[in-house]
């Protein structure tokens, strides 16, 4: 029912900026949160950053003071504005929901955008 989808990838130098978007149709009900997750090639799938419905963020140890995750919750939006890119930020970047109801939560994902930092 809620479908998302990411824009803003593309390469960047290394210590360049980048701003990630995604937008979620459909209507987001509940505790929930709306994050960023990435997987670089050879790696595991690993957060980046989440932003829930009560206001709180939680960051990965690498996005933290880089990175900075806000939402929009009028337009359904979830923003991740990126500085001091390095290479091994490299990486597919998805925009994930997670909507919980009761002790049950459901989970939608995005295409995913790839993001390129060269040296």
């Known amino acids: 029912q809620v479908q998302l989808v990411e824009s803003g990838g593309g390469l960047v130098q290394a210590g360049g900026s980048l701003s990630l978007s995604c937008a979620a149709s459909g209507s987001i009900f509940g505790v929930n949160h709306m994050g960023w997750y990435r997987r670089a090639p050879g790696k595991q799938r690993e957060l980046v950053a989440r932003i829930h419905s009560g206001g709180s963020t939680d960051y990965s140890d690498s996005a933290k003071g880089r990175f900075t995750i806000s939402r929009d919750n009028a337009k359904n939006t979830v923003y991740l504005q990126m500085s001091s890119l390095k290479p091994e930020d490299t990486a597919v970047y998805y925009c994930?929901?997670?909507?919980?109801?009761?002790?049950?939560?459901?989970?939608?994902w995005g295409q995913g955008t790839q993001v390129t930092v060269s040296s």
């Open positions: 994930a929901v997670f909507e919980y109801s009761g002790l049950l939560y459901k989970d939608y």
